[in-house]
């Protein structure tokens, strides 16, 4: 047997005390000895499958996981036992709860440290597993001492609920028998009886049979405040009635479903694929309040949940993206980014219908990007965030760059003149109708425009820790500013080979001119020797990105004219 998780091995139909069953967990559940107080020779009578227990410190959610022979559809029995014994030292009995797959079964409660607290209930097993699980409600360690798991004729514990409900016991009594042999009935002499719930007769006249042994049970749920169950002989019976014993079941709908199977088989095939490290312990998407970890699922009332969002962002992965993912028919969003896949971008992918977002990014991918992903991306249905040094457009790849860059080139160069010229005729403009006038220094400066000091500039951009790019005045450098914007940090640099009149040529530039297609100027620190420009951070790239053959992200010709037609009008 495993636990956190793991599988128990098939078996027919014998009692599973964990202490002799169970194998160490990756998960650091902890097998204990419970106090020597509690413990033989101090308690005699003490069911040796309570003499140890295993806990489970870490997780909120940690599960058995039980294949039986059988499998799916069969009948059960599944019996759990505590017994705290104050194994800990702590003379603190925890309190937890107790899941039968995604179902509450039971709160498990202690009155002392001498308690021991069993439960049984009986019910369908709804898939090939059936998950047993102890969540951690914040009252102390989650433990148990014993599980068993047996096969039940369904005909005897049959209900009107059928398998949408499980029974829980309530109580069950074992009235005994006498001393002395069995003795077949005399001729013409009988024993038939009745059975009534509070006045009113639910089954009989009933007659047993000599050396065979009969249940009855009542099928139909006996709804009330008070229970009076009577056995009776009836008028023509010469002898009274025998009783053996008696179990008082309460009907517990199961109004949580397990996960879709196809989505489970997915998750548990990536699971093996990758070692995923995380706590994947029991059903994927239920109890609705404890699924896996990086798993968001939809609940429908009468369908199984679905997982329509997996992130596995920074979990080790490796290898090529697995096939199993294609499974998760209903999946909205994947996140595989900061991880170490390799290999093409798989078609298979395109068959995510669902799928509006995807990031692969911080991988080690390559070659082209499917077509259908990059036109769903283009048409805003997916969102689509990759690593543009290793990946290209489907038809990019096959391009041959001797024919497509002088043509990129030419168009980039008539749209860079006319954006300059644009510039200096509206400069030309304001310098002769004295709009701008040189301070002490030779420098424009835009009142409007926010400065910002040395100090505050190494604050966003963390000591200059990213840069997003490089020009002829130095480094370009991600920034983060107090109110949670991103902006672009330009700082000149020492050995850069344009001057510090230049770099505030530009600054006056950005200062004055106002373009849709321009990024928008912010502000600029001018301190001694220190000038640094801000300006709008271009999350998607600048226009040469898009207009350069390795760029997956093609733009059509009336696009090109259109951005072209757009410097031109200024």
Known sequence: MKDDGGDVNRFPSAALPLHSHCSSSKWAASNRNISSDYAYPNNPILPQPLSDLRSFPQGNKNCYTLRPAAGNASLYLIRASFFYANYDGLNAPPQFDLYLDANLWLTVKFSNTSDIVTSETVSFASSEAIYVCLVNIGVGIPFIS???????????????????????????????????????????????????????????????????????????????????????????????????????????????????????????????????????AGDPCGPKKYPWEGLTCNYGSSIPPHVIYLNLSSSKLNGAITAALVELSSLESLDLSNNSLTGPVPEFLEELKNLKYLDLRGNNLSGAVPKALLERSNVGSLTLSVDEQNLCGSASCKRKKGIIIPIVSSLSSVMALCAALVVLWKLRRKWKSGTGSPNEEGRYLASEKRHFTYPEVVSMTNNFQTVIGKGGFGDVYLGIMNEGTQVAVKMLSASSSQGLREFRTEAELLMRIHHKNLASFIGYCDESNKMVLIYEYLAKGNLKNYLSDSDSRSLSWESRLRIAIDAAQG
Request: hydrophobic content about 40%; aromatic content about 8%; proline content about 4%.
């Open 146 to 280: 014993a599980l068993e798991l047996r096969p039940l004729n369904s005909s005897t514990y049959d209900s009107e609920y059928g398998k949408s409900a499980s029974l829980l016991l309530f109580q069950r009594l074992n009235v005994g028998s006498i001393e002395g042999s069995v003795e077949p009935l005399q001729r013409n002499v009988s024993r038939k009886f009745n059975i009534s719930w509070n006045g009113s007769q639910i089954s009989g006249p009933f007659s047993p049979l000599y050396l065979y042994a009969a249940t009855i049970s009542n099928s139909k749920a006996l709804v009330g405040g008070e229970h009076r169950i009577m056995i009776y002989k009836t008028a023509d019976s010469a002898l009274p009635p025998i009783l053996n014993a008696v179990e008082i079941y309460m009907a517990r709908l199961l109004d949580e479903l397990l996960t879709n199977s196809e989505d489970v088989n997915a998750l548990l095939s990536v699971k093996t694929t990758y070692q995923i490290k995380k706590n994947w």
